[in-house]
T-cell receptor
Framework: DGGITQSPKYLFRKEGQNVTLSCEQNLNHDAMYWYRQDPGQGLRLIYY???????QKGDIAEGYSVSREKKESFPLTVTSAQKNPTAFYLC?????????????????FGPGTRLTVL | AQKVTQAQTEISVVEKEDVTLDCVYE???????LFWYKQPPSGELVFLIR??????QNEISGRYSWNFQKSTSSFNFTITASQVVDSAVYFCALTSLSGGGADGLTFGKGTHLIIQP
């Protein structure tokens, strides 16, 4: 069954600790994305990657880091520098990567990880 | 800069009523794409439709229909004969071929639709 998996579903961390959120896709998609969602808000782009070993900052990249060592995987690290990390994090992928700074292909989303920093 | 406005924060209707969710967008690009996603309580975003700026035909898929009007920069979504399973948060999103910068998908803030039995 093709799709996007994110783990864990719920994550609790103490303030000041780094934490890594997993995102894996078996759709053979080129591009992958990370979004953050806060209560009552739409999604905001954190990072995106069009190809392996390449990624770009989105609108709210500060305090986050990513890697793209494999086409299928795009893990997100929430560092201690992120001032307000408690949020719902969604990973997405699409067939065609970003062109000229914007994505036009349909993005499909994973189930999300809810991060709570205590 | 791009912007998507979903003015209706929450809508509550009784089952079997028709309901329309509004979406108004702003972009300076002539080529752009509009999307609707559904977010049920589980949290995952479910893709519903993608429409490009050159295709103004309305689309119907079962009980769902979409009305795209470039003249008013709107892309409204109607659910006919609503059902309890339609209860969710619905997001309208926009992307375009603007150069230089990580625009990605620009989302509205969502409309929380509650269908009461």
């Amino acid at each position: 069954d093709g799709g996007i998996t994110q783990s864990p579903k719920y994550l609790f961390r103490k303030e000041g600790q780094n934490v890594t959120l997993s995102c894996e896709q078996n759709l053979n998609h080129d591009a992958m994305y990370w979004y953050r969602q806060d209560p009552g808000q739409g999604l905001r782009l954190i990072y995106y990657s069009q190809i392996v070993n390449d990624f770009q900052k989105g609108d709210i990249a500060e305090g986050y880091s990513v890697s793209r060592e494999k086409k299928e995987s795009f893990p997100l690290t929430v560092t201690s520098a992120q001032k307000n990390p408690t949020a719902f994090y969604l990973c997405a992928s699409s067939m065609v990567g970003l062109a000229g700074g914007a994505s036009t292909d349909t993005q499909y989303f994973g189930p999300g990880t809810r991060l709570t920093v205590l | 800069a791009q912007k998507v406005t979903q003015a209706q924060t929450e809508i509550s209707v009784v089952e079997k009523e028709d309901v329309t969710l509004d979406c108004v967008y702003e972009t300076r690009d002539t080529t752009y794409y509009l999307f609707w996603y559904k977010q049920p309580p589980s949290g995952e975003l479910v893709f519903l439709i993608r429409r490009n700026s050159f295709d103004e035909q309305n689309e119907i898929s079962g009980r769902y229909s979409w009305n795209f009007q470039k003249s008013t920069s709107s892309f409204n979504f109607t659910i006919t004969a609503s059902q309890v399973v339609d209860s969710a948060v619905y997001f309208c999103a926009l992307t375009s071929l603007s150069g230089g910068g990580a625009d990605g998908l620009t989302f509205g803030k969502g409309t929380h639709l509650i269908i009461q039995p």
